[in-house]
Every structure is written in structure tokens, then in C-alpha cells.
């Protein structure tokens, strides 16, 4: 294993970086030219998986055609805005600043009398206030909109479904978060948003790890065994984990994997969207 400033990154989730950015710049390519939009369109926190993800999708189609929104609200961090304005300057894309804040704060004004609304639950309201401004934005740009999750947030439901949770299509979603950190300093991602603490930007402060209590190397490593070795949670533990933290990161797969499908439909006709009325996106055009 080695470690990449002060983070270890474990053999078993060490990756080809060249390898990986080729097949996730030919994926954006690919699903860009199947929907037949003129430009991406991607919603720039000044985090490190937005980062990574127009720094990707610039090296696929051009930054000529990449447009980024910068949604921030009066808890933003500024430094969150700065960083995401060096990935600006530095892809030299085009930039879009729309505040949210009016919108977000008119949805608490009216709000019921008395009712009283916790940070987690104002952020998950910002998360689709955002959305709803990128599939705006892509309207008006002849656009699509990108996705920004990786694997371990996908897998353990820290997401907002309808929010962050949505988009067209996704280049990172199959990469863990240690391997998120790989992937962007092999491409050059600005090294002070490689190493900021990850944040959902919810309130002064707040970070994932200790909002979720866990580091993300230790929960890639977890879940790497969860889920791509396929073992029992027992050989988990019994490969030097906690127990307690085994069971708990098993039981936040099963419970956000709502947020990983399309929403079930109750069975009543012949053959039902979804379930015996399936094609793959790429369909082919009939006659």
C-alpha cells in the first residue's frame, strides 16, 4: 500500500489511473453522442468529485463544451466557491454563478408556523433546488446533465435522491472515494481540493467523516469486501475490522438501496415498465 498526502490507499483499491480516465472519458464521449446534446453541464461545488468530473469531462468532448453552475447558498464555505473557481480558470470552461439562496430560503419562509427544519433536512432541500437549476440550465444550453457520485457514497446512501442522487449519466460512480483522490491527482486536480477534508458544504464546518463517523479509506475497504469480494460480514470482521462498524456500514447499504433503482410499479397489466418491458438505453430506432 502507499499513502498519498497522509491518506493510504490499500493494493485492492489501487487502480490503473491512465487506464481509468480513458475508459471514463470514452464513456462520457459515448453517452454525450447518444443523447444527441450539444454540452455537459455540471453542477462545480469546488469539491473533489465535481472536480474530478469536469476535469474528465473536459479531456472527453473539449471545455469548449462543458458548462459549470455554481450553486452556492449563505452557508456555502468561500473557499469552496475559490476552489471551484481555479478549476475554472485552470479548464478555461464556460461558468454559470446562480445563487440558491432566495429560492431556499423562500421554501423555508413558508414552511408551517413553528416547524423547525435540521441542517441534514435544509440540505437535502438544497440538494434539489440545485438539481432543478442544472436540468434548467441544461434546457437552456441544449445541454445534459452529469453526475458527480462515487461509489462510496452511492453504496452507503449519502445522497440526496432526486438531488445530487441525479443526473443523465455518471463517469464516477464505479470509483471509491480513495480512488477518486488517485484518478484526480494523476490528472492534475488543483492538490488543495485533492486534500481538503470531503464536505457536503451543509453548515460551517461540517465534513462526511465525522458527520458519518467513518474515514474513507477504512469504509472503501469495507465495502470493497461488501460488496465486489461478495464475502459474509463474519470473513469481514474477521479480517480485522470492527464489528460494529462491519454491521453498520451493511445495514446503510440495505437501507438506501431505494436510492439505487427506479421506483417499483405495482404489477397489473401484461408486461409492466421496468420489469418485463425492458430495453437498454441505447435503443434502436425503429424502421
Known amino acids: 500500500m502507499s499513502g498519498v498526502s497522509g491518506r493510504v490507499i490499500h493494493d485492492e483499491l489501487a487502480i490503473d489511473p491512465e487506464m481509468v480516465a480513458a475508459m471514463c472519458r470514452a464513456f462520457i464521449t459515448s453517452h454525450v453522442a447518444s443523447t444527441g446534446a450539444e454540452r455537459v453541464v455540471l453542477g462545480l461545488s469546488g469539491g473533489i468529485?465535481?472536480?474530478?468530473?469536469?476535469?474528465?469531462?473536459?479531456?472527453?468532448?473539449?471545455?469548449?463544451?462543458?458548462?459549470?453552475?455554481?450553486?452556492?447558498?449563505?452557508?456555502?464555505?468561500?473557499?469552496?466557491?475559490?476552489?471551484?473557481?481555479?478549476?475554472?480558470?485552470?479548464?478555461?470552461?464556460?461558468?454559470?454563478?446562480?445563487?440558491?439562496?432566495?429560492?431556499?430560503?423562500?421554501?423555508?419562509?413558508?414552511?408551517?408556523?413553528?416547524?423547525?427544519?435540521?441542517?441534514?433536512?435544509?440540505?437535502?432541500?438544497?440538494?434539489?433546488?440545485?438539481?432543478?437549476?442544472?436540468?434548467?440550465?441544461?434546457?437552456?444550453?441544449?445541454?445534459?446533465?452529469?453526475?458527480?457520485?462515487?461509489?462510496?457514497?452511492?453504496?452507503?446512501?449519502?445522497?440526496?435522491?432526486?438531488?445530487?442522487?441525479?443526473?443523465?449519466?455518471?463517469?464516477?460512480?464505479?470509483?471509491?472515494?480513495?480512488?477518486?483522490?488517485?484518478?484526480?491527482?494523476?490528472?492534475?486536480?488543483?492538490?488543495?481540493?485533492?486534500?481538503?477534508?470531503?464536505?457536503?458544504?451543509?453548515w460551517p464546518g461540517q465534513t462526511d467523516e465525522s458527520e458519518g463517523g467513518f474515514d474513507y479509506p477504512t469504509l472503501d475497504r469495507v465495502l470493497y469486501r461488501i460488496v465486489d469480494r461478495r464475502l459474509p460480514l463474519e470473513d469481514v470482521i474477521a479480517e480485522g475490522f470492527d464489528r460494529d462498524f462491519v454491521a453498520r456500514v451493511s445495514e446503510m447499504i440495505r437501507r438506501s438501496e431505494f436510492k439505487r433503482q427506479m421506483p417499483p410499479i405495482a404489477k397489473v397489466g401484461g408486461r409492466s415498465s421496468g420489469s418485463d418491458y425492458l430495453y437498454p438505453r441505447r435503443r434502436p430506432k425503429l424502421g
Do not use: W
Request: charged residues 20%; negative net charge; glycine residues 8%.
Open 49 to 202: 468529485d465535481s472536480a474530478l468530473v469536469a476535469y474528465l469531462t473536459a479531456g472527453a468532448i473539449g471545455a469548449d463544451r462543458l458548462v459549470v453552475v455554481l450553486m452556492p447558498t449563505g452557508s456555502s464555505s468561500p473557499s469552496s466557491q475559490a476552489d471551484a473557481e481555479t478549476i475554472v480558470n485552470d479548464l478555461g470552461c464556460r461558468s454559470e454563478l446562480v445563487s440558491i439562496e432566495a429560492p431556499l430560503a423562500a421554501l423555508l419562509a413558508n414552511l408551517p408556523a413553528g416547524e423547525s427544519v435540521t441542517p441534514v433536512r435544509r440540505g437535502n432541500m438544497a440538494a434539489r433546488l440545485r438539481m432543478t437549476t442544472l436540468y434548467d440550465r441544461s434546457a437552456l444550453h441544449r445541454g445534459v446533465v452529469i453526475g458527480t457520485g462515487n461509489k462510496s457514497e452511492i453504496l452507503i446512501g449519502y445522497s440526496t435522491i432526486f438531488g445530487d442522487a441525479a443526473s443523465a449519466f455518471n463517469p464516477i460512480g464505479d470509483l471509491y472515494k480513495t480512488q477518486v483522490r488517485e484518478l484526480s491527482r494523476h490528472l492534475g486536480v488543483p492538490t488543495q481540493i485533492i486534500e481538503k477534508a470531503p464536505s457536503a458544504d451543509l
